[in-house]
């Protein structure tokens, strides 16, 4: 038997009734059931419904101490004498709603100016950037987001101590007229995510090399002994994870270690423990020379260039989007999303918690 | 014994009368000399004053089958409607003169956008692009640039045969009122240079695993054996590597595999063999939320979040940029420019190709 064929429509009734349940208002659970949706249709399974609901539990609305999230939040626009940059206090609104919003402005933006950048403060984890890039880069734009991860998960590249989020970069190019998809470059900064760790532990398996540390900060495969994570590319993911780090501190981060930690912050002193986001859209006519050889167009050089490259020979290579491409291939052949039976099981949950009919015998399997 | 010490003023007049001898105006070479300085200071010795001629020499004014770069050439800014934005067609102009020039430019426009990019078309090697982006920072910018590197050597992830440049990457961010120098985050994404495997068959060493492959796409450590280079960090380096060709491909570059090698062009069609330059300032106050806890100003907060991150028992943790600084305080306290044997004597065929008086028995060593 193979995966699950959910509807759309339904699977979109299910995760709005679970966000308005949760008090969100009724846009900020369309721009979240938005988002699901991208993310199942994209077979993105890290970042689908069932995990968006579960994080919206733990660090989000559903935190009574400490609550990441807070529905019907207001973003402020802080005052800026800048023209083509903005910085928002999300006030800890839904990340998926802050961040559909921050790519908007920032096209409004980059249409003007060529460039666009949206920073925002007090956020909340907004899930799959590669959804915000990718959305982006089909509209015709060049887009870029980082953010900081909620937790220091990370080893800083000889160091000991976790005081890195996983901290992730993605990056869309509108390449769709050159090769039928936008290309789609979105990975974390550490070699593997701490639920790969234990979905190992679960599995028994060993972990790859250069991925974890032990207690004592030296390298182990083995995940029941691992700490911390380590950045991939030694001091070059280091690097690229000290920037989402540096971003946020130029915006108004507070203390890394202390993010999510409300339980860590010294008596009498007052810190921010929310997430940062950056957000940057690029008009590619703002770069453009118009000048273009052999009659190609600037897109049909982007995709020269791209022939090119997987060409030679190079028929093993993918390019960065192409699986997520592919998965959106099969969930319009099925005419649904497609989940495992035990993501069902977990859609039979949230729908009876949102009181939402919900029916697994009647829909049809692939 | 110890290094030579070159003092500034005598470097700055041999690389000067170098750059002069070569054809280049008073100005390119004023900014050559300006960029050889730069990287002698911070200890960068793949991109010194005799590596900066040596690149001439095979690809730039020096190749006279396909002159890189083209002494006296005009920057034209192409018309545009953007107004953060520029492109520039650089006509072959030396590319340490352009990149000076775009940075200077991008921070112009970053004063009144908040941000500022620049393209640059038709380009040529800018060497060291850590140190355009560092001095920057040290003017208080958050720097970015990235290029195309001059041949195509590095293999794409899961393929075997190279389309993709080393193409590096540079950050750079204003952190010295923080820490006391700029955090420069700079370094090609291949996992070692060509010239690195140069240097282990001369030594009769093995490289690093996962750094190359034979000419049947097989990874290999025996440098006699490499063929081309692969990427750090598998899929996401080649990511990063992607990026640089694609900002390229939308610029106007052509074909990768053609770059440098006018030679492969097919008859009857006419390719570019030049590099791209992507350029891109943030003025720091842009991206601020202007509410920073504990009274902390915006370098305050900086300063915090990296004094948490390096903190925590992560002593041996470096920050990027922090070897160019220590070498830079070297070079301080010599009162001068630290070269060995071999590079002083490089320096002398130099000297004495542009006339100009060198007597290295008077110089002093560490």
């Not at 903005?86 to 096209?107: H, M, P, S, T, Y």
């Not at 999303?337 to 919900?358: D, G, S």
Request: hydrophobic content about 40%; proline content about 5%; glycine content about 8%.
């Amino acid at each position: 038997m193979g995966d699950y064929i959910l509807p759309v429509e339904l699977h979109n009734q299910i995760v709005d009734a679970a966000y308005q349940t949760r008090g969100f208002s009724p846009d900020e659970a369309a721009q979240a059931t938005r988002f699901c949706q991208l993310a199942a249709w994209h077979g993105i399974k890290t970042h689908n419904a069932i995990k968006a609901l579960h994080l919206d539990d733990l660090f989000g609305s559903g935190n009574k101490n400490n609550p990441g999230c807070v529905p019907n939040a207001s973003i402020d626009v802080i005052p800026s004498k800048f023209k083509a940059t903005e910085c928002w206090d999300a006030n800890r609104k839904l990340g998926q709603a802050v961040a559909f919003q921050a790519i908007d402005r920032a096209i409004e933006l980059a249409d003007t100016y060529g460039t666009g950048i949206v920073s925002v403060d007090h956020a909340f984890h907004y899930l799959w950037g590669g959804g915000y890039v990718m959305e982006a880069a089909k509209r015709g734009y060049i887009a870029y987001t980082c953010c900081t991860a909620a937790l220091a998960e990370v080893v800083p590249f000889m160091g000991k101590y976790p005081t890195l989020g996983t901290n992730p970069h993605s990056w869309g190019f509108p390449t769709t007229n050159a090769i039928g998809f936008p290309i789609v470059i979105d990975w974390a900064t550490s070699t593997v995510a701490m639920g790969r760790v234990q979905q190992f532990l679960r599995e028994g398996k060993q972990l790859p090399p250069d991925s974890a540390v032990d207690k004592d900060g030296n390298l182990t495969q083995d995940p029941s002994k691992v700490s911390a994570l380590i950045t991939f590319g030694k001091h070059k993911g280091y690097g690229l994870a000290l920037i989402n780090e540096l971003l946020a501190a130029f915006t108004g981060a507070s203390i890394p270690t202390l993010r999510s930690r409300p339980e860590r912050i010294p008596t009498g002193t007052n810190e921010k423990t929310t997430p940062n986001f950056f957000f940057q859209i690029i008009h590619p006519e703002a770069l453009s020379s118009h000048n273009f050889l052999n009659n190609r167009s600037q897109s049909d050089n982007v995709k020269a260039t791209i022939e090119d490259i997987i060409g030679h020979g190079n028929d093993d290579c993918l390019l960065p989007g192409q699986l997520e491409h592919q998965a959106a291939q099969q969930s319009q052949q099925a005419g649904g999303l497609l989940f495992t039976q035990a993501e069902i099981e977990e859609f039979k949950q949230v729908a009876t918690a949102a009181n939402v009919p919900f029916n697994t015998n009647a829909l049809i399997t692939t």
